[in-house]
């Protein structure tokens, strides 16, 4: 069936370095690819999604690549915040499904 | 556009007791999905809902059930409730348009003691 890997956490970074979590997902046909972002004491909320294989997803200085080739969906951001501080999950939607695949999550600490 | 509602934000019950939470989509959102969020297990899907018909269910247990009305809003109930029920219950909704993008509540932190 359908899954998605994440990279095990949690991640601790300082302020302003490079962050990557890396995704690879399993999946028949062509997916929709998403990153959520959950606050502490909140929800889960969308930071991004790709469509279709070569599709970029970008939103509050970070980005992901949709690589079907290698069926990965890294999520990258040139400079982390303080703010930026909580758990990421990669998700898919496989085309015709009613059920998003959710990563077990990865949970990011930036240290000022 | 208000977001999606969730009621009680936080339960506290004992083992053998059963609990029904709620959940109000976003208005328009037709879809709404049950998840079960454990530090253990991680974000569990429970059941999804389309126009008062379950179109997909997870892999709980029967003593997991759910329910969409007319309007849209949905509940989930648990009955006979285990510790191991003790989890952060999201729900999400969604529009058939949206591209597969969910909307999540804050969530129902149940506690079984």
């Known amino acids: 069936g359908d899954s998605v890997t994440q990279m095990e956490g949690p991640v601790t970074l300082s302020e302003e370095a490079f962050l990557t979590i890396n995704c690879t997902y399993t999946a028949t046909g062509y997916p929709s690819l998403f990153w959520y972002v959950q606050y502490p004491g909140e929800g889960l909320q969308l930071l991004l999604k790709?469509?279709?294989?070569?599709d970029k997803g970008s939103n509050k200085g970070f980005e992901a690549t949709y690589r079907k080739e290698t069926t990965s969906f890294h999520l990258e951001k040139g400079s982390v915040q303080v703010s930026d501080s909580a758990v990421y999950f990669c998700?898919?939607?496989?085309?015709?499904?009613?059920?998003?695949?959710f990563g077990a999550g990865t949970r990011l600490f930036v240290k000022a | 556009k208000a977001g999606v509602t969730q009621t009680p934000r936080y339960l506290i019950k004992t083992r053998g007791q059963q609990v029904t939470l709620s959940c109000s989509p976003i208005s328009g959102h037709r879809s709404v999905s049950w998840y079960q969020q454990t530090p253990g297990q991680g974000l569990q899907f429970l059941f999804e809902y389309f126009s008062e018909t379950q179109r997909n269910k997870g892999n709980f247990p029967g003593r997991f059930s759910g329910r969409q009305f007319s309007n849209s809003r949905s509940e989930m109930n648990v009955s006979t409730l285990e510790l191991g029920d003790s989890a952060l219950y999201l729900c999400a909704s969604s529009l058939l348009t949206s591209g597969g993008e969910q909307f999540f509540g804050p969530g129902t932190r149940l506690t079984v003691l």
């Open positions: 790709a469509t279709k294989a070569d």
């Open positions: 998700a898919l939607l496989n085309t015709g499904g009613f059920k998003t695949i």
